[in-house]
């Protein structure tokens, strides 16, 4: 069975920084590309961050890009979102989803993502 399970997530001041995890389980993960998204209320959700395993290779939103950073660790079988200078504006459910690598030059947030952790809050105080 298929399982992504985020951590991490809290709450914040501005100016500080949290680091997200996913934990994958039930695949190869050498084999998978992940996404981080995030959904504020009454928002749309919005891919921030992607990787693919295999060779690393990175995708960022303009929002978030110089302020967070994804990495993964084979050993653990998890993905990680670094995210530094948090705004209040950052505040959001955070998600990680995982789709069969497609091999293609970067993997973005357009999918399909058929696997879905359930989401971690970040809060970030004024």
């Known amino acids: 069975e298929v399982q992504l399970v985020e951590s991490g997530g809290g709450l914040v001041q501005a100016g500080g920084s949290l680091r997200l995890s996913c934990a994958a389980s039930g695949f190869v993960f050498d084999d998978y590309a992940f996404c981080w998204f995030r959904q504020a209320p009454g928002k749309e959700r919005e891919g921030l961050s992607c990787i693919s395993v295999s060779d690393g290779r990175e995708w960022y939103a303009d929002s978030v890009k110089e302020r967070f950073t994804i990495t993964s660790d084979n050993a653990e079988n998890t993905v990680f979102l670094q995210m530094n200078s948090l705004k209040p504006e950052d505040s959001a459910v955070y998600y990680c989803?995982?789709?069969?690598?497609?091999?293609?030059?970067?993997?973005?947030?357009?999918?399909?993502?058929?696997?879905w952790g359930q989401g971690t809050q970040v809060t970030v105080s004024s």
């Open positions: 989803a995982a789709q069969s690598d497609p091999g293609v030059h970067v993997v973005t947030p357009a999918g399909p993502w058929p696997y």
